[in-house]
């Protein structure tokens, strides 16, 4: 067995053990493709046996990282080749080269020399394909599963053609002289399915318009809870404003009244009821400003935030250190989609509520702190001045 067959072999092997079945695109499937159209394009190319070998190895490895994620595969699926060629007793250079030519295929990538521009090629083959719209599917499929990104069909539909007109070309002369006429039918199908697309949206659009507008029930419900939030916080800040003040007071007094007079032998009796007065208040006024102290958040989010719809953009607290541009997107996807968009209305709610139960719990603490401090005091006093 040659060392080729060996490769497929390994990854053969490889896939079918340990591949998730979430890579419904990225498989063996398509690593045999992309072989397939190396050997294809190779038949017309004036390649010596080390280059031809380098390409095929290149062609088997090149996305056998994806068993371990797809995060950074090139790099992993170098690793593993690597591994399996020095078991192999191939040299350094032959690594090398492979290597460069994985690297090669990632996204984006322009390629530079002829091996690099074949196997590119060769790994889009399938966009020439007459099946193109199940391998296409396929990806999206992976990305649903991967990624957690959903597309409706009219916006994958134009992420193919965005791709395929913008920023997809062939490189090598076959592919251009065979595949290219095959692109461009595959472009004209997108754009056919693009335009029935659009009119099917039209119509949903004009028929489902009603039933898109929020329910007015719905829209009081917000805006009568979030009115009576609102009310209760302000009851709550007024309420520790107020014992804020006058236990202020009380401690104003009794620095300036009281404490001075505790220097006289003769007052001595009143130096624990003071205490316990004084005591009672700055515990008060802790317990106040604890009710009132703000909570400070990071105030940013990302855009795969948005696209997750994990952050709620009704609350300042997210937002506040972001630039215009990117919250007027944020909000503008938010109200593109009505279960964000009510979702973002229920989390603010209920994050409301949290604040509230936090602040009237401790303004309770706060009361009986003040109410058992001024009957100990009072009591204190009392018992004081019966010693004297």
């Not at 797809?70 to 020095?86: G, K, R």
């Not at 979030?226 to 104003?252: C, Q, R």
């Not at 007094?253 to 009821?273: F, V």
């Given at each position: 067995?040659?060392?080729?067959?060996?490769?497929?072999?390994?990854?053969?092997?490889?896939?079918?053990?340990?591949?998730?079945?979430?890579?419904?695109?990225?498989?063996?499937?398509?690593?045999?493709?992309?072989?397939?159209?190396?050997?294809?394009?190779?038949?017309?190319?004036?390649?010596?046996i080390?280059?031809?070998?380098?390409?095929?190895?290149?062609?088997?490895?090149?996305?056998?990282?994806?068993?371990?994620?797809?995060?950074?595969?090139?790099?992993?699926?170098?690793?593993?080749?690597?591994?399996?060629?020095?078991?192999?007793?191939?040299?350094?250079?032959?690594?090398?080269?492979?290597?460069?030519?994985?690297?090669?295929?990632?996204?984006?990538?322009?390629?530079?020399?002829?091996?690099?521009k074949?196997i590119?090629d060769?790994?889009?083959?399938?966009?020439?394909?007459?099946?193109?719209?199940?391998?296409?599917?396929?990806?999206?499929?992976?990305?649903?599963?991967?990624?957690?990104?959903?597309?409706?069909?009219l916006?994958?539909?134009?992420?193919?053609?965005?791709?395929?007109?913008?920023?997809?070309?062939?490189?090598?002369?076959?592919?251009?002289?065979?595949?290219?006429?095959?692109k461009?039918?595959?472009?004209?199908?997108?754009?056919?399915?693009?335009?029935?697309?659009?009119?099917?949206?039209?119509?949903?659009?004009?028929?489902?318009?009603?039933?898109?507008?929020?329910?007015?029930?719905?829209?009081?419900?917000?805006?009568?809870?979030?009115?009576?939030?609102?009310?209760?916080?302000?009851?709550?800040?007024?309420?520790?404003?107020?014992?804020?003040?006058?236990?202020?007071?009380?401690?104003?007094?009794?620095?300036?009244?009281?404490?001075?007079?505790?220097?006289?032998?003769?007052?001595?009796?009143?130096?624990?009821?003071?205490?316990?007065?004084?005591?009672?208040?700055?515990?008060?006024?802790?317990?106040?400003?604890?009710?009132?102290?703000?909570?400070?958040?990071?105030?940013?989010?990302?855009?795969?935030?948005?696209?997750?719809?994990?952050?709620?953009?009704?609350?300042?607290?997210?937002?506040?250190?972001?630039?215009?541009?990117?919250?007027?997107?944020?909000?503008?996807?938010?109200?593109?989609d009505?279960?964000?968009?009510?979702?973002?209305?229920?989390?603010?709610?209920?994050?409301?509520?949290?604040?509230?139960?936090?602040?009237?719990?401790?303004?309770r603490?706060?009361?009986?702190?003040?109410?058992?401090?001024?009957?100990?005091?009072?009591?204190?006093?009392?018992?004081?001045?019966?010693?004297?």
């Amino acid at each position: 067995m040659n060392l080729i067959e060996e490769a497929k072999a390994f990854i053969e092997k490889l896939f079918k053990d340990k591949l998730s079945t979430l890579y419904t695109y990225h498989n063996l499937k398509h690593t045999t493709d992309v072989v397939a159209a190396v050997d294809e394009i190779m038949t017309v190319e004036d390649l010596n046996i080390v280059d031809k070998k380098i390409l095929l190895l290149a062609a088997w490895f090149h996305d056998v990282g994806y068993v371990n994620g797809c995060h950074q595969h090139e790099e992993s699926s170098i690793a593993m080749m690597t591994d399996f060629l020095i078991n192999k007793g191939q040299d350094s250079q032959t690594i090398e080269s492979v290597a460069t030519l994985i690297r090669s295929t990632t996204l984006g990538y322009i390629p530079q020399t002829l091996l690099e521009k074949i196997i590119n090629d060769a790994d889009s083959h399938h966009i020439s394909s007459t099946q193109y719209h199940v391998t296409s599917n396929a990806l999206r499929m992976e990305l649903q599963n991967t990624s957690q990104k959903t597309f409706s069909d009219l916006e994958w539909n134009n992420e193919n053609i965005n791709f395929l007109v913008n920023r997809h070309q062939y490189y090598t002369k076959y592919a251009l002289e065979n595949w290219q006429t095959l692109k461009e039918k595959t472009i004209q199908i997108l754009q056919e399915n693009k335009v029935k697309m659009e009119l099917s949206n039209t119509k949903e659009v004009k028929k489902k318009s009603k039933e898109d507008k929020p329910d007015r029930a719905v829209d009081t419900l917000f805006r009568i809870t979030l009115n009576n939030h609102t009310t209760l916080s302000g009851i709550a800040d007024s309420k520790a404003n107020i014992l804020l003040s006058v236990n202020a007071i009380i401690i104003s007094i009794a620095l300036s009244t009281l404490i001075p007079k505790l220097d006289s032998p003769s007052n001595a009796h009143l130096m624990i009821p003071t205490f316990i007065m004084l005591l009672s208040s700055v515990i008060t006024i802790i317990f106040a400003i604890l009710s009132t102290r703000p909570k400070v958040t990071k105030g940013v989010f990302t855009r795969q935030d948005i696209e997750n719809k994990k952050v709620n953009l009704l609350f300042f607290g997210n937002f506040y250190k972001m630039p215009l541009d990117e919250y007027q997107w944020a909000m503008n996807e938010m109200m593109k989609d009505k279960d964000y968009l009510y979702n973002s209305m229920i989390k603010d709610l209920y994050f409301l509520g949290l604040v509230l139960e936090r602040k009237y719990r401790l303004l309770r603490i706060t009361y009986n702190f003040f109410m058992f401090g001024i009957i100990i005091s009072v009591i204190s006093f009392v018992i004081a001045f019966r010693m004297v």
